[in-house]
């Protein structure tokens, strides 16, 4: 890339269509590309998103210009293409702003542009019973930034992922989630320990079988990714049983459109207490994006608080509260799994609900470690390994 | 509280009103207070959150049982109040349910009740620059809970305080943070130093002028709340700024309707990336709440992606972004203070916007620590000091 014409990025943007030509508009200018896509671009645009080393520092690629410090009717005295295919815009006052094509074209927000940036998002892959579960070698994810990419590209599009061959000792949890990033510590700890406990304080660590569920349900953000690792697992029953969220969340929204509507508008509290905390979190059962997509589910019934909603749509929110467990419920939707010492379990907790079924404490030893990490970490890892 | 009607939860629920009468309706049972109030109950609810210990585990104080489980017309076969003035109800199939009063008022869904429990909420206290800073002894802080809760009331309702008399030992910030809870980590470190970088990966670790900002408006979850910790202060420039940024919000609001709802409406994608991260997050820059009121503001020139809306709506949203800016300037709202060796901020990141005058790395030698604490764990620190 021309160092003239560096961005704020450390990203490559290959030239897809060269410029063709730029025509001053009043506002705007209009650029055409050799496809014949035609992309206006405004001036406060162009200008705020001078690339050069006035306008952005160099060393970090962050800006350093604020658009406000330039005149709200600021407009171009010359517009060019150069012989490097370059859209050069000299400012009135002096100015010179010099804009790479690949740049300009991934950036363009005229409505064909923006149609294919959204088209092209990675899509997730819904799943029942069924699923091929994917699988990931714990000795190449360590070594091996394919693998782990491929193990990345699965947590975020299908949600749910084993990994085998972790060593069983107590903590190697650690090792594998900070290939990722950082673990996200709670009020449980940066490492968790799943085990059946006299003095619990959540009935995740009792021998109680625990219904589907999102962890932290609790938090305003619940965690991203969670794991759960075998260390010892003894004793009689705890199968793990997963449910995709999502394909629930979509199930109900054309089975049952009342009630996937009260799930999305009505919040409930969930609470998370014990003597040293005292955690509640307002919101709805199933988020929503700007586009109508689901990108959330917060699910815990043990973690609930009364219901709060007016007196005429209790029974409405009931139904649908039902419906929806109901499905959870139902084997199309269910993967049920036991997990061996040296395996994890390594899923998305925002969307793959999970149980466990109950176990008999007095038949052996169960042992299992957790942490999460946040799904923006998940992602940017993502961006940078796909460099 | 009667053991037989414990609830779920470590709060007290002190009574208010005696229940006076309880009618049995078709679905659901309707109480009458000594002031008169009416509250309905659904027969639903009143199983759902049965309080036994059956229903409940009582270690844990979570709930075991699934309303899933129970019929959908599950009624009542007598109901009544007993001599302690509990509401006691026997349910088709002998399951038995005792609710303390206190409880069952504290959870009432009646307009009324529900109305009383809005108008109970704490409320923000907006503030412009002649805002009388809340200041806190650090002494105090350590080792008196009342100094504590006050500290932290201040925080959840003002959303900037500034506390006294800290330690300058490099990492001393750890302890007062964690009076609160556990450190939020990030890409920067758990605790970050903010100096004049040669390879700064961010602006921050320059010597420039930094514009009004949140920190780390590229997570999903910006964190709740920002300490910034003077160790050494030599150099000339580098005073603080904080703006309100509701304040803000709220004026904009009544001044130019149209530019609030553009900032609420238009989601930006702000980016922080280096050679080994790159996060993006997209979210307008205004947050509402169910109610409208405004919860949070998301802004960082700096860390600012090329806006990417419709041609239609750009000119409308550059105008909207630089009426937001030039607010920020305005000094009726710019409290301004230089921070000195043994001071903190300590401030609500995702409310109050800082930013710092350019400095003279030259003229002395200039280091701050800073960290995050996420205002799940304030709030619940709140909650339990309140106990």
Known sequence: MNTAAAVADFRRYPLVQALTAATPLADRVQVTWADGRVSPFHHQWLRDNCPCPQCVYSVTREQVLEIVDVPEDVGPCEISIDDAGHLCVVWQGGHQSLFDPGWLRAHAYDDHSRAERLANKPRRQLWQHDLKLPVFEYQAL????????????????????????????????KQIAQRISFIRESNFGVLFNVQSKADADSNAYTAFNLPLHSDLPTRELQPGLQFLHCLVNDADGGESIFVDGFAIAEALRQEDCEAFDAL??????????????????????????????VTEI???????????????????????YRRFIALTREPRFRLVQRLEPGQLWCFDNRRTLHARNAFDPNSGARHFQGCYVDRDELLSRILVLQR
């Not at 999305?264 to 586009?291: G, M, T, W």
Request: net charge neutral; aromatic share 8%.
């Open 142 to 173: 360590m070594v091996d930034t394919d693998a782990l990419l491929q193990w990345l590209l699965a947590l975020r599009d299908i949600g749910l992922t084993q990994v085998r061959g972790v060593p069983t000792e107590p903590g190697s949890l």
């Open 264 to 293: 999305c508008q009505i919040p409930v509290e969930f609470r998370n207490k014990d003597r040293h905390s005292d955690y509640r979190c307002l919101a709805p059962i199933i988020a929503l994006d700007a586009l109508g997509q």
């Open 298 to 320: 917060r699910m815990a019934n043990f973690l609930r608080g009364p219901f709060d909603t007016s007196v005429e749509q209790m029974p409405r929110f009931y139904r649908a």
